[in-house]
């Protein structure tokens, strides 16, 4: 079993910071990319950034410049420092990691979600 858990999320205001966090645990042998989606309110799931195990990262253009993603892969922690919030990045943030487990299935793993929103 595979767990991913996300904290970090919550209330701030236009151009606050929030740092989110997202830890892999359970029976797995390997972690290969791992990455933030957000789904805003009445809209689709859109990537927001991932980055390999070897630290290639991939951010897109709405957040470049404010996001930063990073993993600690001795702690199986993947991380999204989010600068200059706008309201726009109001949304519930997802985790993602594609995993290996130590019986050998491969496949994506989800975490269960943590909120931001960015309010006056």
């Known amino acids: 079993q595979v767990q991913l858990v996300e904290s970090g999320g919550g209330l701030v205001q236009p151009g606050g910071s929030l740092r989110l966090s997202c830890a892999v645990s359970?029976?797995?042998?390997?972690?290969?990319?791992m990455g933030w989606y957000r789904q805003p309110p009445g809209k689709q799931r859109e990537l927001v950034a991932t980055?390999?195990?070897?630290?290639?990262?991939n951010i897109a253009d709405s957040v470049k410049g404010r996001f930063t993603i990073s993993r600690d892969n001795a702690k199986n922690t993947v991380y999204l420092q989010m600068n200059s919030l706008k309201p726009e990045d109001t949304a519930l943030y997802y985790c993602n990691a594609g995993a290996r487990t130590i019986i050998g299935r491969e496949r994506d793993y989800w975490g269960q979600g943590t909120q931001v929103t960015v309010s006056s």
């Open positions: 359970g029976s797995i042998s390997s972690i290969y990319a």
């Open positions: 980055v390999t195990n070897g630290g290639s990262t």
